[in-house]
């Protein structure tokens, strides 16, 4: 059974910066894919980033250039620094994951955490 443990949630001003990381454990080997997905108030869930096994990474578009989405093979560890937040930012951040390789950041994932909440004030 595949579980995965977030941390790193916070409130900060935007402008600020926040690292998320979840590591994961129960793979059983093949390729996957992890990210990191989030759910404002009101709103339908959405994919922020997500990385594959290899390394490749799709983000989405409103947080291209701010949010970086890095892993740790080893570790069965995924990170997402978020730099320059703003308000828009603040949601519950859930991570993911899910086999396969080359993942959007529309992909079905398979596995979910509990989420840790993300609040940006001005």
């Known amino acids: 059974q595949v579980q995965l443990v977030e941390s790193g949630g916070g409130s900060v001003q935007a402008g600020g910066s926040l690292r998320l990381s979840c590591v994961a454990s129960?793979?059983?080997?093949?390729?996957?894919?992890m990210g990191w997905f989030r759910q404002a108030p009101g709103k339908e869930r959405e994919g922020v980033a997500i990385?594959?096994?290899?390394?490749?990474?799709s983000y989405a578009d409103s947080v291209k250039g701010r949010f970086t989405i890095s892993n740790d093979i080893a570790k069965n560890t995924v990170h997402l620094q978020m730099n320059s937040l703003i308000p828009g930012d603040t949601a519950m951040y859930y991570c993911?994951?899910?086999?396969?390789?080359?993942?959007?950041?529309?992909?079905?994932?398979?596995?979910w955490g509990k989420g840790t909440l993300v609040t940006i004030s001005s």
């Open positions: 990385i594959d096994s290899h390394g490749t990474t």
């Open positions: 993911a994951a899910g086999p396969g390789f080359a993942c959007s950041v529309y992909y079905d994932m398979s596995y």
């Open positions: 129960g793979f059983t080997g093949g390729s996957y894919c």
